[in-house]
């Protein structure tokens, strides 16, 4: 299987049992539609799209998790360089492939783990009922069940948004734009097509994330956005907590 493909199959769902996934280098920019195209057009004839995006690319919704003191939203907010996330993602709210997922921050690097799920498990999850997990097969859902235990894990937010991906074997680099970024409201069933929405990027706005394990070929260093642009690092998950602070506490009444 080439780099690529196999950063594509995990990415949707796939995971590694014969070799333990590496560290990552990621960066995050804050790009606008033009900017967006620019780039697809000098990144076409060098990056390959990802053989999952059937009609160039797919939507994500993932499901965050957060302790009692909303850990990761805070350590994420104050520049903690050490962090963690829980979540649980899916792809066109289906549930063919479903995957508990922690994602690793150290500075820079990240570095994810994966643990299939049913759609039982899953809902069992969403209702706080995670018995299940302890007599998980999977080293992660065992290590998420002490989580849940010890510091009172539940779902905290949606996140929902199309990505295409771009995919590149030197370097196993891949580059993808998430485009119509938002917070899924009304309740946290994953798996419900038509919960509504909250915006929370400005129009035009969408998040460029390129990773890549070994090196980042310099071609490619000269089509990412010039210094002039806005490199930044954005999450998904704290711009959705802070658009849907409202239905948590009453601060917003400050604003």
């Not at 333990?20 to 967006?36: G, P, S, V």
């Not at 999952?52 to 797919?58: E, L």
């Not at 706080?128 to 080293?139: A, E, M, N, R, V």
């Not at 938002?182 to 994330?209: H, Q, S, T, W």
């Amino acid at each position: 299987m080439k780099n690529s493909e196999k950063t594509a199959w995990l990415d949707s769902g796939g995971t590694d049992s014969g070799k333990k996934e590496q560290f990552r280098h990621e960066w995050k920019y804050l790009i606008n539609t033009a900017e967006k195209e620019l780039i697809r057009l000098r990144l076409k004839h060098f990056l390959t799209l990802d053989p999952h995006a059937a009609g160039g690319g797919y939507m994500i919704r993932s499901l965050y998790f957060d302790d009692y003191w909303n850990s990761a939203l805070e350590e994420k907010s104050g520049g903690i360089l050490m962090r963690k996330k829980y979540r649980i993602r899916i792809y066109n709210c289906s549930d063919k492939s479903i995957k508990l997922e922690r994602k690793r921050k150290f500075g820079s690097y990240i570095y994810k783990e994966d643990a299939p799920l049913t759609r039982e498990e899953t809902m069992k999850l969403i209702r706080g009922d995670y018995d299940f997990l302890l007599h998980s097969p999977y080293p992660l859902c065992r290590e998420f069940y002490v989580e849940c235990m010890c510091h009172v894990m539940r779902p905290r937010v949606i996140v929902d948004y199309e990505r295409e991906p771009w995919i590149l074997d030197e370097g196993t680099v891949r580059v993808t734009m998430d485009s119509d970024v938002r917070a899924a409201v009304g309740n946290y069933d994953i798996f419900d097509p038509k919960l509504p929405c909250i915006p929370v990027l400005e129009p035009g706005k969408m998040v460029m994330e390129v990773k890549y394990t070994q090196m980042l070929p310099q071609f490619l260093r000269n089509i990412l956005p010039p210094k002039a642009s806005e490199f930044t690092a954005v999450s998904k998950y704290v711009l959705c907590c802070e658009k849907t602070q409202y239905l948590h506490s009453f601060e917003y009444w400050h604003e």
